[in-house]
């Protein structure tokens, strides 16, 4: 069984700053390792269950996160940005199932960990075929798309509630219960690790009767920005449409090409956050 790994880090063990996660400041290598170890969990689940091959891809800030000299020797890693597929990248229909971990709760969300869509500081909210998602739900549609199940998402309590309701029975392990944006009752890396541990084999386990996420086309994304500048910037895709000031949206008939022009469109419009709060 091959399963594919994709790793956040807001939803790691432990992390509830900004710090924790940002590569800048000291508090991240102690949060990488956490990371690592909650990396490391699912891949031993995932043997236990049944798995023959691991792909792991970092999915956070510069996709550089986990401690390759301490990840499990039975994985493979997927580092680096940028990547065409961003948190999805490497993801192929070869792929019996895949995991979410280390993942936050989408902009807005009440009392989740660190919560935001994509990117943190420049978005404001993001909708596709008028619901609005986070990155759970926008990696499950990749999955999705090319038939792999999501069958495990771990992270903090409102991260795994979004994933039941999208999802429906999927496995999930709650690290972390969120107080506030910044304030989380956590369990000890050694509790994280066994729930991590236990929810993987069980998702394997359950392996068939998990099926993968599918959306109606053509599929439309929209996208609300913090600023009006980089709402103009988006227009210069081809197809992108100004729907208010701060707001385009894009429709395809094809959720990869539409999601790869969606991801262009997210890094151009990126440029012009220096200028907005430099």
Known sequence: MKIYLSADMEGATGVTGPDDVNPSKPA?????????????????????????????????NGMRNILIEELNSKAEIISGFTKPLCMMEGIYNTFDAAFLIAYHARAGAEAGILNHTLFGRTIVNIKINE??????????????YFGVPIVLVTGDDKVAREAVDLLGDVETAIVKEGIDRYVARCL????????????????????????????????????????TAMAALATLIPDVKREESRTISLTSPDVLEGYKKFWATLLLSSTAADQIFG
């Open 131 to 144: 619901n609005s998602v986070g990155e759970a739900a926008i990696s499950s549609i990749l999955a999705g």
């Open 188 to 227: 000890t890396p050694e509790e994280s690790a066994k729930k991590i541990r236990e929810s993987a084999e069980r998702a394997l386990r359950r392996v068939k009767e998990l099926k993968p996420y599918k959306v109606e086309t053509p599929i439309t994304f929209e996208v609300e920005f913090v600023s």
């Open 28 to 60: 991240y290598e102690r949060f990488r390792k956490l990371l690592t170890s909650d990396v490391n969990a699912a891949i031993e689940g995932a043997i236990k269950g049944g798995a023959s091959k691991i792909v792991v891809n970092e999915a956070h």
